[in-house]
Structures are given as C-alpha cells and as structure tokens.
C-alpha cells in the first residue's frame, strides 16, 4: 500500500470515529454529572485505537526479545552478559527474573535492580580482565549500527567484525552465544544500520560457532521459528529484504 493509499485509510477511519466519540463523549458526560467526585474535562480525542488489535505481537524486537529471554530461563546461566541490546525490551524482559550485565557504549545513568552496567566500546575492547568472562552472552539488534557513528562511536568501516571478534574473546568456549542482526540484501543504510546477507554471515561464525537454533522474522513481521538453514534459504536470505536473523549458538 502506497504512502497516500495508508493517509486515505487513516482519514477515513479518523472521519468515522467522529460520531462514536461523540455518542461517548455525551454518556460520560451525562454520568459524571450524577457522581459527586470532581475531575476536570479535557478533549484528547483518539479516533483510531477501536479498531486496532490489543498490541503489538509481531516484528524483530518482538519476537527476539522474547525468544531469547526465554532460552537464557531455560538455560539458566551462571552469569549472562548482553552487548547493546534495548534496556526497555531484552534487558528488561531478562531483569525481571536474574541479574544481567550490559556493555554499552552509551551511558546508563539509571540504577536498575538486576542490572549491572559496564560502558564500553567493543570495537576498541582491550579489557583483558573480560576475557573468557562468561558462558552466556547476547547481542540483539546491536552488531549492525557498530561504526556508523549513530551513537556516538567512532566511525569504522569494519565496526560490526571487531565487535563480534570481543565478544568472541569475551565468550568461553562452549559458551552460548545469541545473536540477531537484519537479513536480506547486503547493505548499509547509513547512519542508520547494516543488513547482512546470510552467506556472509554464516561465512563470519564458520569454525567459530556451531549453530544451535536458527529462527528469522520476515518481512510482514511474523515469527519462523527453528528453521532449518537450508541453502535455498540462505541463498535467497530467508526471502527478505529486512528480516531479522535470530541465532543461538555455541563456542567451538
């Protein structure tokens, strides 16, 4: 559907919430004034939410943070350490049940229960206190923006491989790994994010990793979980233009 296809859509459906808002607005009124609890009255019409569903159960960060917070209950860890993924989904999906530890290169100014922060660049990680530091880590939507500067790193071209080499030097071997990046046609999308073609990809964790679990979201949002990575699909990256590869893995 074009851009003034989706106005006229949302036009149309703004038009015919005029009415129902109206019928309502005149019941609540007429109840409030037989209730002897004050509260002022102010418009903030929202015509559009009557007809969408409860939330939003689908797209990368849906289902990625879902998935993976799932697996590392299941897995339960000693120690869980997680490289830029989003405080306000994975983290805090993993923070409600065990403590997890973040590397960052932006600040966190915030004192979390279960959080333990620790900034850094991982693409400049001499840190040699963090190597064979844990058997469990995850990076989430994070690899693909290292080195295109949009959040305050140095420019670097070959940003999204010194960052997979740390957390490789932070993993112990036989450790899990999990990871999810876009998938599709190879790419940048400057300043905004790389997206990766799955023969690269596999290419950077051969002799490296083996492949647990491999689960992608395609291009309409929805979940294909567990598949198998056949070469069709990672000749044609999963059919998507900007999916989203989920992998789980383990240490060789």
């Known amino acids: 559907m074009s851009i003034k296809s989706?106005?006229?859509?949302?036009?149309?459906?703004?038009?015919?919430?005029?009415?129902?808002?109206?019928?309502?607005?005149?019941e609540f009124?007429?109840?409030?004034?037989?209730?002897?609890?004050?509260?002022s009255m102010k418009l903030y019409p929202i015509l559009t939410d009557k007809y969408k569903e409860s939330g939003m159960a689908k797209g990368h960060y849906?289902?990625?943070?879902?998935?993976?917070?799932?697996?590392?209950?299941?897995?339960?860890?000693?120690?869980?350490?997680?490289?830029?993924?989003r405080i306000d989904g994975f983290v805090?999906?993993?923070?409600?049940?065990?403590?997890?530890?973040?590397?960052?290169?932006?600040?966190?100014?915030?004192?979390?229960?279960?959080?333990?922060f620790i900034q850094a660049d991982l693409m400049n990680f001499t840190n040699n206190e963090f190597y064979n530091y844990t058997y469990s880590i995850s990076a989430l939507h994070s690899i693909e923006h290292f080195g295109l500067g949009r959040y305050g790193d140095?420019?670097?071209?070959?940003?999204?491989?010194?960052?997979?080499?740390?957390i490789y030097k932070i993993l112990k071997k036989g450790g899990k790994f999990y990871f999810s990046v876009p998938i599709g046609p190879q790419r940048v999308e400057f300043n905004a994010h790389r997206v990766f073609n799955l023969t690269y990809l596999l290419s950077l964790f051969k002799d490296k990793y083996s492949i647990d679990s491999f689960s992608f979201v395609d291009d309409k949002g929805e979940?294909?979980?567990?598949?198998?990575?056949?070469?069709?699909?990672?000749?044609?990256?999963?059919?998507c233009n900007y999916g989203c590869g989920i992998f789980e893995m383990t240490k060789l």
């Open 62 to 85: 849906f289902y990625q943070d879902l998935i993976i917070a799932q697996r590392i209950f299941e897995n339960q860890p000693l120690k869980h350490v997680d490289v830029g993924s």
């Open 92 to 116: 805090a999906h993993v923070a409600s049940y065990r403590e997890i530890e973040i590397f960052d290169i932006r600040p966190l100014q915030a004192n979390i229960k279960n959080i333990k």
């Open 29 to 39: 009124i007429k109840q409030m004034k037989n209730h002897k609890v004050e509260f």
């Open 154 to 166: 140095p420019i670097d071209f070959d940003g999204h491989l010194k960052g997979l080499n740390s």
């Open 223 to 239: 979940l294909n979980y567990d598949v198998a990575l056949t070469d069709n699909l990672v000749n044609n990256n999963c059919y």
């Open 6 to 26: 989706k106005i006229k859509v949302l036009l149309n459906i703004k038009i015919a919430g005029i009415p129902w808002f109206l019928h309502d607005y005149r």
